[in-house]
Every structure is written in structure tokens, then in C-alpha cells.
């Protein structure tokens, strides 16, 4: 596999009161092409802090991460937006969808941003809600679909735009056991079929290690062991 991912000494530090506080302290490591990678650790670790700064949403303090060869410490704001919209899809806990619009709409809004035709985007979007399993539930708002469902929502939406790497913070946190192991199972169902770049932040190891080709474990901002023998 090529690397599509570089992060070199990179470091994330808050300002409180008179203090800097490190939320990551001197990470090394790559990601493969295809790769399905997950970060493990205790709440406090660092792990949503890290795919923050792999999704362009914060900067690093110090260090560097290239991305398909872009530095995105140097990146501009519009660079950055660019780099959210086609680089990277983002799958978040809460779902973050939004209450008034259908799966459909839901699932339009990035290909909307991105100034694709709205044929297009309906159809797109009705290929990619087929994919997940939710072909029969693209009219129906956020509010009439289970945990599961509203996940397959967002997972569908953060393939929108074709992007490389799919960045999942804790998507299975508000999910029962159950409903957990049928989205990690479209993850990993994803990842081979698509040949999608997949990172994964989970406080469940036993789970991570299930789906993924490899595992960080991350304690006080750095990384304290890579496991390689999983699933």
C-alpha cells in the first residue's frame, strides 16, 4: 500500500491560565492507502484532538501532517474547506444531521456544496443510501430513524464527494452492542469494497481490533503501542 498519510512530531497545546496544556505531545506515524486504521485510549488521550487536525478543523501547534503530499499546517482557510470537502469524510457520534430535511437532502448537502447538479446529487444520493441499506428510508426525516439508521445517514453523507480517507469519530457511542457490530461491519464492508482509507477513533479495543488492518493506542497525548495483529 502507498502512504496517503504523514504526521512527523506533530503536537496540539491549549493556553490554561499560564500553563500550555499538550492534548498531543510529539506523534510520528502513517497511514496507508486502503488502510483501516482505528485510535484507541481513555477519554482525555487525544484521539478526537487527532482526527480534528487529520479533517482540517484545528492546527497543529507544532509538527507537520501531509496529506496526499499537502502540508496542511500551511494550508489557507479556503484550503482547508476544500481539503473537508473532497479529501476527507467525517462521521461523527452525535450523527449531525440535519432534523428538518430527509436522508436524501441529508446526504445531498455535501455534493450541494461542492456545485454538483441537484439530478445528479439525488441520484448519487439514492446510490450511496441503497449501499448502506437505507434505500427505503431516503424520505424519512432524522426523528423517524432509529440510532442505527441516522448513523448510516451520516456514513452515506461523508461519502458524498468521493473522498479519500473517512475519518469516524466514536460512531458507535450513542449505539446499542447490536446496533454497534452492524455499523462496524459496514465500515469494514466499506473498506474493502470501496478500497476506502478508514480512521477510526473508539474507546472499544475489543471491537477496533475486530475491523482493523492496525491499531494506535494513545495515552497522555502519544502513541504507546501499535498493534498490528487484529482481526
Not at 484545528?58 to 507537520?64: I, K, T
Not at 482557510?77 to 444531521?97: C, D, I, K, P, Y
Not at 469516524?168 to 464492508?189: F, K, R, V, Y
Request: net charge neutral.
Amino acid at each position: 500500500m502507498t502512504e496517503i498519510v504523514r504526521a512527523l512530531d506533530i503536537r496540539k497545546s491549549y493556553r490554561r491560565g499560564t500553563k500550555n496544556i499538550f492534548a498531543l505531545n510529539g506523534l510520528s506515524f502513517d497511514i496507508r492507502a486502503g488502510e483501516f486504521l482505528s485510535i484507541v485510549g481513555r477519554s482525555g488521550s487525544g484521539k478526537s484532538t487527532l482526527l480534528n487536525l487529520l479533517g482540517g478543523l484545528d492546527r497543529v501547534s507544532e509538527g507537520s501532517i501531509r496529506i496526499k503530499d499537502k502540508e496542511l499546517s500551511t494550508m489557507s482557510r479556503h484550503e482547508l474547506a476544500l481539503h473537508r470537502r473532497f479529501t476527507v469524510g467525517m462521521v461523527f457520534q452525535s450523527f449531525n444531521l440535519l432534523p428538518s430535511r430527509d436522508a436524501i437532502d441529508n446526504v445531498s448537502m455535501p455534493m450541494a456544496f461542492a456545485g454538483r447538479p441537484r439530478r445528479e446529487r439525488k441520484q448519487r444520493a439514492r446510490e450511496l443510501l441503497d449501499r448502506v441499506g437505507l434505500a427505503e428510508r431516503a424520505d424519512h426525516r432524522p426523528d423517524e430513524l432509529s440510532g442505527g439508521e441516522a448513523q448510516r445517514v451520516a456514513i452515506a453523507r461523508a461519502l458524498a464527494n468521493d473522498p479519500e480517507i473517512l475519518l469516524a469519530d466514536e460512531p458507535t457511542g450513542n449505539l446499542d452492542s447490536t446496533t454497534s457490530e452492524e455499523i462496524m461491519a459496514l465500515l469494514l464492508q466499506l473498506n474493502r469494497e470501496l478500497d476506502s482509507t478508514i480512521v477510526m477513533v473508539s474507546h472499544d479495543e475489543a471491537m477496533a481490533r475486530k475491523v482493523s488492518d492496525r491499531v494506535l493506542r494513545l495515552h497522555d497525548g502519544q502513541i504507546t503501542e501499535e498493534i498490528t495483529d487484529t482481526r
